[in-house]
C-alpha cells in the first residue's frame, strides 16, 4: 500500500454555525496526523485537488452532491463518513441524494453497526464498500481540572449540564418540559442554527435555567464545566454525540436516549437510558442519576474502547491507497 495524501471535505454550509459534527472533522484532522497520515481539511489554505490521493467526505447533505461528483471526475479515492440516521421514515428525495452518495464512494464508513442498520433500513448499500471505526475522545478530559472554575466564571451553585448544539432534533425543549420544575438549574453550552427553536427554548425554560455560548473545545472551562456537573443530559432524537464521551471520561452521571446505539456504546448499566419523548421518563432518569453515584467502569470502558487516536486505526486502514 502506498502512503497516502487525504483531503477531508463536507457540504459547503457546514461551518456557518459550529456543532458536534464540525467540532468532528477538526479533531478528525488532527488525530489522523498522530497517527502518520497527512490529512488536510478542505480550506482557502489547502494544495488543489491533484496534489490528493483520497478525498474523505463528510455527510450526504445534498448540497454536497457537485463536490463529490467533481472528486469523482478527477479520479480519486473517495471515502464517504454519512453521519447520518434517520429517526423517522425519510423522504424518497432524502433517500435518492443518500443513494447517489453512495454509488459514488469506493467506501462507506460507518462509526458503528447500529448507524448501518438505521441506513440500510432505507436505502440499499454495496456491502463490498462498508467499513466501520469507532467514536473517539481526547484523554484529555480524564485529566483532573478546577471543579469550581466552570461555577465560579457563571455564578452557579449545583447544575446539570447539556453541551450541543441546540436544534429540533437534540430535543432540548424535551429536556426544558421535563425539568422545568427542578431546583437545580440545566445549563445549555451551544450555538444554534435554527432561531425559532432557540427562542423557544428560552421561552419555555424557567429563569434559572441558563443558556451559554459556545466554549472552546477541549477548554479547561469546558472540561471543569462537565467535571463539575450533577449530571449530563442528552436526550436527543438521534444518537447523542461525542459530548456524550467527553462526559463518560469526566465521570460524570449520564442520562441519554435509550436504543440501539446507546445500548452498542455503554451497555444497560453505564448510563441512565430515557424515553425522549416521555417528560415522565426524563424525569426519573434525573433522579436515578442524581441519587446513583457514577460507576468508575464507565470511565474505564470509555478510555479502553473510544480513546483517540488509536479508535481511528480502522480509518486509516480504509484511507490508504493500493501501489
Not at 88 to 112: G, H, I, M, N, Y
Not at 231 to 240: C, G, K, N, Y
Not at 294 to 305: A, D, G, I, M, T
Request: charged content about 25%; glycine content about 6%.
Amino acid at each position: 500500500m502506498s502512503d497516502s495524501r487525504v483531503l477531508i471535505t463536507t457540504y459547503p454550509a457546514a461551518f456557518l454555525h459550529r456543532g458536534g459534527g464540525e467540532l468532528e472533522l477538526v479533531d478528525l484532522t488532527n488525530n489522523l496526523r498522530q497517527l502518520g497520515v497527512r490529512a488536510d481539511l478542505y480550506g482557502p489554505s489547502v494544495q488543489p485537488l491533484n496534489k490528493y490521493d483520497v478525498v474523505l467526505h463528510y455527510s450526504v447533505v445534498p448540497t454536497g452532491i457537485e463536490f463529490v461528483r467533481e472528486v469523482k471526475a478527477a479520479g480519486k479515492k473517495l471515502v464517504l463518513l454519512p453521519s447520518i440516521w434517520w429517526s423517522k421514515a425519510p423522504s424518497q428525495a432524502e433517500k435518492d441524494s443518500a443513494a447517489e452518495f453512495f454509488r459514488l464512494a469506493d467506501v462507506v464508513v460507518f462509526k458503528s453497526n447500529s448507524e448501518y442498520e438505521n441506513v440500510i433500513e432505507h436505502v440499499r448499500l454495496d456491502s463490498g464498500k462498508v467499513a466501520f471505526y469507532r467514536w473517539g475522545v481526547d484523554s484529555c478530559f480524564e485529566e483532573v481540572v478546577d471543579g469550581q472554575l466552570f461555577r465560579k466564571t457563571y455564578r452557579l451553585d449545583d447544575y446539570l449540564l447539556a453541551v450541543g448544539i441546540i436544534e429540533e432534533r437534540k430535543n432540548q425543549l424535551s429536556a426544558i418540559h421535563a425539568l422545568r420544575d427542578s431546583k437545580i438549574p440545566l445549563v445549555f453550552v451551544g450555538d444554534y442554527r435554527d432561531r425559532a427553536y432557540y427562542e423557544a427554548c428560552v421561552k419555555a425554560a424557567p429563569a434559572h435555567f441558563k443558556f451559554l455560548p459556545y466554549l472552546q473545545p477541549k477548554s479547561e472551562v469546558l472540561r471543569s464545566a462537565l467535571q463539575g456537573a450533577k449530571a449530563f443530559i442528552e436526550v436527543s432524537l438521534e444518537p447523542v454525540g461525542f459530548s456524550a464521551f467527553e462526559a463518560g471520561l469526566s465521570r460524570v452521571p449520564m442520562v441519554v436516549s435509550a436504543g440501539a446505539w446507546t445500548q452498542e456504546h455503554f451497555g444497560k448499566e453505564l448510563v441512565h437510558q430515557v424515553d425522549p419523548m416521555s417528560t415522565a421518563s426524563i424525569q426519573r432518569g434525573v433522579e436515578a442519576a442524581l441519587k446513583t453515584p457514577v460507576s468508575p467502569e464507565l470511565q474505564r470502558h470509555v478510555h479502553n474502547k473510544y480513546l483517540m487516536p488509536q479508535c481511528l486505526e480502522p480509518l486509516v486502514r480504509a484511507l490508504k491507497v493500493r501501489a
